[in-house]
């Protein structure tokens, strides 16, 4: 199989095919590892599909878990157990439901935990691997965005009456936009790289909005209350089967307590840009109108009745703030050296910047209709 090389904060790794075995043997698995490759694209983790070489044994996916983004590894971890487990039960009691298809499933070592440690320090974790799915990164078919939608929505609502204590918190201040501003002009102000004149026009766009956006932060915590969200709902976070329904939503390292528009916002960042993350085209990138429909029906539909009204009204600038806040992310990272994202190229994180920022300019121009179509979808029986 050979070496497989990784990051770790930019810096590089390679995990030989011996250790990467000898970890996932540390699993309560069936069958015998027959193959580990890299898998997906996350920013963060480091992902592996493990093949097994008998028919009837399933495959597997491994996971380095990213301890310098996720500072309490067994918290998040412990989440994503509390997670499934509740979620799994409630698909139980839904007839014709798989839960094994549709909520992720744990797979826990030989001493009984749900992780173990390198002797590195790299926390590793297993999950069966749900086969025969697909993701979208770009999604403009309509009963496409309304499963998604509808998806992100009936998470949230299963998750509504999850017991007591709170989930662990598995980023501090990840979506705080006031933290988010400190470190933005912390980074603006070191210019270490010297790449603030080259960002010019991205930071003036950025500073012009800090008053909007730290305003918008406050005003959620002050009046809504916290529910349990994914917090990280790019739309390839959702698996669909063969016929184009939803299945099961993945990546769950971030869920813990949040506001709902997080939620909301960065799916429709995703969904609804009708170009890449870091497109090198900007003509390409813009809001996708009806995806943007179709997604908050779906979205809604499910939700509606957990729902406060004000929580519903949040929704339409819970776009704009989680595309803002990405923009926010990827430009400090940018201005810090690339430090803390996965680039493929220097330009990436700055390229990631622009779409950000035309995608927040198409919302702008089309925000009293984003309302709109919120108030429209809540109000259907």
Request: glycine share 6%; hydrophobic share 35%; proline share 4%.
């Amino acid at each position: 199989m050979g070496n497989i090389d990784t990051s770790i904060m930019g810096k590089p790794r390679n995990f030989s095919d011996s250790f990467l075995v000898d970890i996932v043997n540390n699993f309560l698995i069936q069958g015998t590892v027959d193959s580990i490759r890299p898998f997906g694209s996350g920013h963060i983790n480091d992902t592996f599909l493990v093949k097994t070489m008998e028919d009837i044994a399933p495959d597997y996916l491994l996971q380095r878990k990213n301890h310098y983004v996720f500072k309490d590894v067994p918290g998040m971890m412990d989440n994503i157990r509390r997670v499934t487990d509740h979620i799994r039960k409630k698909l139980e009691d839904v007839k014709g439901a798989n839960p094994d298809k549709e909520v992720m499933t744990l797979i826990s070592t030989t001493k009984g935990h749900w992780y173990i440690k390198d002797p590195e320090g790299n926390y590793w974790s297993l999950f069966l691997f749900i086969p025969d799915t697909v993701s979208y990164d770009v999604v403009d078919d309509a009963s496409i965005t309304y499963e998604g939608g509808r998806a992100f929505g009936r998470f949230q609502h299963f998750l509504a009456d999850l017991p007591q204590p709170p989930l662990n918190v598995t980023i501090v201040d990840f979506h705080n936009m006031a933290w988010r501003f400190d470190n933005f002009h912390k980074a603006l102000k070191a210019d270490t790289k010297g790449r603030a004149d080259y960002a010019r026009k991205e930071i003036d766009f950025t500073l012009a909005r800090e008053d909007e956006m730290v305003s918008y932060y406050k005003g959620l915590c002050d009046n809504l209350p916290e529910r349990i969200t994914h917090n990280d709902t790019k739309f390839n976070n959702i698996l669909f089967d063969n016929k184009g329904r939803a299945q099961c939503i993945i990546d769950l390292d971030t869920v813990m307590p949040g506001y709902v528009a997080y939620d909301f916002g960065d799916s429709i960042r995703t969904a609804a840009n009708t170009g890449e993350e870091d497109d090198p085209d900007l003509n390409k990138v813009g809001f996708n109108r009806p995806v943007y429909r179709n997604f908050t029906e779906g979205f809604i539909s499910e939700i509606r009745n957990t729902l406060l009204k004000e929580e519903i009204e949040s929704l339409p600038f819970g776009a704009r703030y989680m595309t803002f806040i990405m923009g926010i992310r990827f430009l400090t990272d940018y201005l810090e050296g690339d430090i803390y994202y996965k680039i493929s190229d220097p330009d990436q994180n700055i390229r990631r910047v622009r779409s950000q920022h035309k995608l927040i300019n198409s919302m702008e121009e089309h925000f009293e209709e984003m309302q709109e179509v919120v108030r429209a979808a809540a109000s259907k029986m």
